[in-house]
């Protein structure tokens, strides 16, 4: 079967570096997705990955790699406002998208 | 511009009642989407669409109905609700999927509860 695992909740300190980890078991592989979800809101889009490698968007910045089924999502300089679940998705190789549980993160003073 | 819009945001529902939830968009999308979301659970995709007068089953179809009359609509039906719809739905939406980075663009969802 299909499946995304991903630590449940996390804590981390304002200012700090927190990594969320992600790893991935699915049918074919068409890219990896992170997404943001504030409580009580919808989905926004923050990064893809479908190659090897970082990429760097300001204060995030994304992973993968391939032949391990990983990627890790870095947030650098935490903000309270950073304060969300972190959702990890795959799109498979029918180019559907298989959602991880998702990590939410508690950011302290 | 509005993105993606869903009606109604919240809703209580008797068991054995029906409903529908409209989803609209105004970003000329070709694909959209119906997931639900529960506590623990990553999305569920229920149903989707890659285009005006075309839908397809997602991986937990069953005791939804859905129509895509219009590019701009999608509408996710509940013909006799059961508790286990009891669920935050969210509709969403993407230019395409192949050839693209997939990026899919959510509604703020709504919440349903079925007695």
């Known amino acids: 079967g299909q499946n995304i695992d991903q630590p449940t909740e996390m804590t981390a ?10 790893t991935y078991q699915t049918s074919g592989f068409n890219g990896l997705f992170w997404y943001q979800q504030h409580a009580g809101e919808a989905p926004t889009f923050l990064s893809y990955n479908v190659l090897d490698g970082l990429e760097e968007k300001g204060r995030f910045s994304s992973f993968l ?19 969300a679940s972190y959702l990890c998705a795959v799109m498979d190789s029918n180019y559907q998208l298989i959602w991880g549980a998702g990590t939410k993160l508690i950011i302290k003073p | 511009n509005a993105g993606v819009t869903q009606t109604p945001k919240f809703r209580v529902l008797k068991t054995g009642q029906s409903m529908t939830l409209l989803c609209a968009q105004d970003m000329n ?43 701009q609509n999608f509408l996710l039906g509940l013909e006799s609700a059961a508790p286990s719809q009891t669920s935050v739905y969210f509709c969403a939406s993407s230019p395409q999927q192949r050839y693209h980075t997939g990026e899919l663009f959510f509604g703020e969802g709504s919440r349903l509860t079925v007695l």
Request: glycine letters at 12%.
């Open chain 1, 13 to 22: 300190t304002e200012g700090a570096i927190v990594q969320i980890n992600c």
């Open chain 2, 29 to 71: 999308h070709e694909y959209m989407y119906w997931y639900r979301q529960d506590p623990g659970m990553g999305l569920r995709l229920i149903h989707y669409s890659v285009g005006e007068g075309t839908t397809a089953k997602g991986e937990v179809p069953d005791g939804y109905n859905v129509s895509r009359l219009k590019k």
């Open chain 1, 65 to 83: 790699s391939r032949s391990k089924g990983y990627s890790y999502l870095l947030l650098k300089e935490l903000q309270m406002k950073d304060s």
